[in-house]
C-alpha cells in the first residue's frame, strides 16, 4: 500500500498500525494529535468514520481535504476530548480505535488518557499510544489508576519497542507504542501495567540525555565556567 503523506512513526510502527487498523476495521475512529495527517492517512482508510483533534490546522497536508469520513475538532485535547466523549457515550457511536499522539508531557498524556477512558465501550476498544519509549510520555501511561476503571483489561507499555536517537548530544527516547484495551465486559480482577521491554527502557534512559537533563541545574554553572 502507498501512503502519500509522510508520518513520523518507525516502519514496525507504521505496519502495526496498518494491520491493526486492517483488522479491527473501526466504525469509529479518534485520532488525538494529527499534526500533518501521516497516521490519519491510515486511520481514514480502514474506519468509517473519524474525529482528529489537534490545536492547529496549519502543519496538516491539503492532501487531508480528500479524507471525506474526517471530522477536524480544532483545539486543546483536555477540552476538546471530553465534550467528544459525552456526545459519543449519549449517542451511543461504537469507537473501535484509539491513537492518542498529542500532547507528549506526563500532565498532558495522563489527561488524555483519562479523557479517553471516559469512554463507555459498545464493542473492544484498541487504545494506541504512540512514543511510550519517551521517559515523559510513559510516565503519564504509568500514572493513571487502571484498576479505578473495571473495562480496561489489558495495558501494555511496550507494545512497540521505541528507538534510542544517539546522534551526539542529542540522546533521546522516542517513538514505540503502548496499547490499552476495553472490553464491554467489567473486569472481575486487577489488571497489571505489562512493561515487555523494561530492563531495555531503563538501560537506554541512563545513557540519555533525559537523565542527565535531572541534574542540568547542577551542571549549569561548571558548564558556565568551563565555557569562559
Known sequence: M???????????????????????????????????????????????????????????????????????????????????????????????????????????????ITNVLKLIPKQLITIILHDSFNPACREGISLYNYNSNPFVHYVELDFVTGAFNHDGLYREMWGGFACIEMQTKERETSVTISSYQEKLFKVTYYKSIHFYRKFFWFLKPIYRIFKK
Request: net charge negative; hydrophobic share 35%.
Open 2 to 112: 502507498s501512503y502519500p503523506i509522510p508520518w513520523s512513526m518507525s516502519r514496525a510502527e507504521q505496519a502495526t498500525l496498518i494491520q491493526l487498523l486492517q483488522t479491527i476495521k473501526p466504525k469509529t475512529a479518534i485520532e488525538i494529535g494529527t499534526y500533518n495527517g501521516g497516521s490519519l492517512q491510515v486511520i481514514s482508510e480502514f474506519s468509517d468514520k473519524v474525529y482528529a483533534v489537534d490545536l492547529t490546522p496549519s502543519y496538516r497536508d491539503k492532501r487531508c481535504d480528500n479524507l471525506t469520513n474526517v471530522e477536524y475538532l480544532i483545539g486543546d485535547s483536555k477540552t476538546v476530548v471530553p465534550k467528544l466523549v459525552d456526545v459519543i457515550n449519549k449517542n451511543d457511536e461504537i469507537v473501535e480505535f484509539v491513537l492518542i499522539d498529542g500532547d507528549h508531557s506526563s500532565k498532558g498524556v495522563l489527561e488524555d
